[in-house]
Nanobody, 120 residues
Framework: QVQLVESGGGLVQAGGSLRLSCAAS????????MGWYRQAPGKQRDLVAA???????NYADSVKGRFTISRDNAKNTVYLQMNSLKPEDTAVYYC??????????????WGQGTQVTVSS
């Protein structure tokens, strides 16, 4: 029943900015992590940034100082503000929701992905 809908991807010049959004709907438990992963052609899918329901954040070293993750718990939405974009940021960006249900039970959900292309 859980669905993640991403938006905000596109084509930008190096040094430009984009803001990605991901809205979750369905049976969303209050204790959860939301994050952004990215995958370039021929590469593995890697964590870009994550944020807990309490607001704690974690970033990949490659995006620290340039990207900011935030969330609106009332809207079940997570954002990724991407500044000073580089060509190596080009990838499909995927939204992730990790739900903690208690007693060790958890569920993972993924968005459809949104393309970010940074030209030089």
């Amino acid at each position: 029943q859980v669905q993640l809908v991403e938006s905000g991807g596109g084509l930008v010049q190096a040094g430009g900015s984009l803001r990605l959004s991901c809205a979750a709907s369905g049976s969303i438990f209050s204790i959860n992590n939301m994050g952004w992963y990215r995958q370039a052609p021929g590469k593995q899918r890697d964590l870009v940034a994550a944020i807990t329901s309490g607001g704690s954040t974690n970033y990949a070293d490659s995006v620290k100082g340039r990207f900011t993750i935030s969330r609106d718990n009332a809207k079940n939405t997570v954002y990724l503000q991407m500044n000073s974009l580089k060509p190596e940021d080009t990838a499909v960006y995927y939204c992730n929701l990790h739900i903690f249900k208690g007693f060790g039970a958890a569920s993972d959900y993924w968005g459809q992905g949104t393309q970010v292309t940074v030209s030089s």
